[in-house]
């Protein structure tokens, strides 16, 4: 048997201790079997802003947030770079002005 335990828990990036983590887990596991599908509640219940389960590294992780998460900044691309294409081909079409609907060929007289 593996001295790793298959369930881990991390808060605020931190990593939680196995036996920590097993206890969170145990907690979070008995909050959701009362309240199915309400890991917000658990979170709030519990002081922390987001708790979220995931699995990485062939184990169950617990991702708790007490904090906001810092917003994902963009990309940044070397100065002279152009953006990678669009899928299906280059710029979209420019739209017609004048109307909402688009001609529909010859008229009939």
Same mark, same amino acid.
Request: glycine share 8%; proline share 3%; no cysteine.
């Given at each position: 048997m593996s001295d790793r335990s298959n369930l881990a +828990?991390?808060?605020? %990036?931190?990593?939680? +201790?196995? /036996? /920590? +983590? &097993? $206890?969170?887990?145990? #907690?979070?596991?008995?909050?959701? $079997? /009362?309240? #199915?599908?309400?890991? +917000?509640g658990f979170a709030r219940e519990n002081g922390y802003v987001s708790v979220t389960p995931t699995f990485e590294r062939g184990r169950a992780l617990l991702v708790v947030r007490t904090t906001e998460a810092p917003p994902e900044k963009p990309a940044q691309r070397p100065s002279g770079e152009k953006p990678a294409p669009r899928p299906g081909g280059e710029k979209p079409a420019p739209r017609r002005k004048g109307g909402s609907k688009p001609a #529909? %060929? &010859?008229r009939r007289r």
């Open positions: +828990a991390s808060i605020d %990036g931190a990593p939680l +201790a196995d /036996e /920590e +983590a &097993r $206890d969170l887990w145990t #907690r979070f596991s008995r909050y959701m $079997d /009362e309240h #199915r599908g309400d890991m +917000a #529909r %060929g &010859r």
